[in-house]
């Protein structure tokens, strides 16, 4: 006959196991980049977003509902706060053609607008993310004073991670005058052009 103990214990170690491998897959989640970026080398002569040939262009294409891209305009206030004045600044939130006028309006949305400096436009229908060709929420491209393609990637070390790493530390020396070949880092998002968002385990 099996003894209390032993059930108890096989119990325990069945929670264990459990627990263990749930913590292995969101690791693995928040580790997994999003597509990465297909970007032109140089700006392209087709969008219409304006470009600022005084100061380089740091654009961000940002999924209203994305959870994993708070991290994303958390950093970008914080690299804005170093450089303040180097750069010019652009947020454009996905917005489906068909959807009603506040749906990208989010929180998230909010805290873009807040940030000194930036200005927060409706990509509609996601047409200049194609144009530049991102495909993952928190897609960041830095183009120079001579629309040259200097930075494309991410300014997170995960979804929803916040703190240093590399894209945000390149694109702060690329603003100081460091030069060097086109750096790219992975993006962690959602799909930046879905009415949906897997940002969840």
Request: glycine fraction near 12%; aromatic fraction near 10%; include cysteine.
């Given at each position: 006959m099996?003894?209390?103990?032993?059930?108890?214990?096989?119990?325990?170690?069945?929670w264990?196991?459990?627990?263990?491998?749930?913590f292995a897959f969101?690791l693995?989640y928040?580790?997994?980049?999003?597509?990465?970026?297909?970007a032109p080398?140089?700006?392209?002569?087709?969008?219409?977003?304006r470009?600022d040939?005084?100061r380089?262009?740091l654009i961000?294409?940002?999924?209203p509902?994305?959870?994993?891209t708070?991290?994303?305009?958390?950093e970008?206030?914080?690299l804005?706060?170093r450089?303040?004045?180097k750069?010019n600044?652009?947020?454009?939130f996905?917005q489906?053609?068909?959807?009603t006028?506040d749906w990208s309006?989010?929180d998230?949305?909010?805290t873009?607008?807040?940030?000194p400096g930036?200005?927060?436009?409706k990509?509609?229908?996601?047409?200049e993310?194609?144009?530049f060709?991102?495909?993952?929420?928190?897609?960041?491209?830095?183009?120079?004073?001579?629309?040259?393609?200097?930075?494309?990637g991410g300014?997170t070390?995960?979804?929803?991670?916040?703190?240093e790493?590399?894209?945000?530390?390149t694109i702060?020396?690329?603003?100081?005058?460091?030069?060097?070949?086109?750096r790219?880092?992975p993006?962690y998002?959602c799909?930046l052009l879905?009415?949906?968002?897997?940002g969840?385990?």
């Amino acid at each position: 006959m099996i003894s209390g103990t032993t059930i108890r214990g096989a119990i325990c170690l069945a929670w264990l196991l459990l627990v263990g491998a749930g913590f292995a897959f969101v690791l693995n989640y928040e580790k997994t980049p999003g597509q990465s970026a297909q970007a032109p080398g140089f700006w392209p002569n087709e969008s219409a977003i304006r470009r600022d040939s005084s100061r380089p262009e740091l654009i961000v294409f940002a999924h209203p509902q994305c959870p994993c891209t708070r991290a994303t305009i958390e950093e970008l206030n914080r690299l804005l706060a170093r450089k303040e004045g180097k750069v010019n600044a652009q947020v454009w939130f996905y917005q489906p053609e068909d959807f009603t006028a506040d749906w990208s309006y989010s929180d998230l949305w909010k805290t873009a607008a807040a940030i000194p400096g930036v200005s927060v436009m409706k990509d509609m229908g996601g047409r200049e993310a194609l144009r530049f060709g991102a495909q993952t929420s928190g897609t960041v491209y830095l183009y120079g004073t001579d629309g040259r393609l200097l930075f494309k990637g991410g300014i997170t070390s995960g979804r929803g991670h916040e703190g240093e790493n590399e894209g945000e530390e390149t694109i702060a020396r690329l603003l100081t005058g460091t030069r060097f070949d086109l750096r790219t880092t992975p993006v962690y998002g959602c799909s930046l052009l879905s009415c949906e968002v897997t940002g969840k385990p």
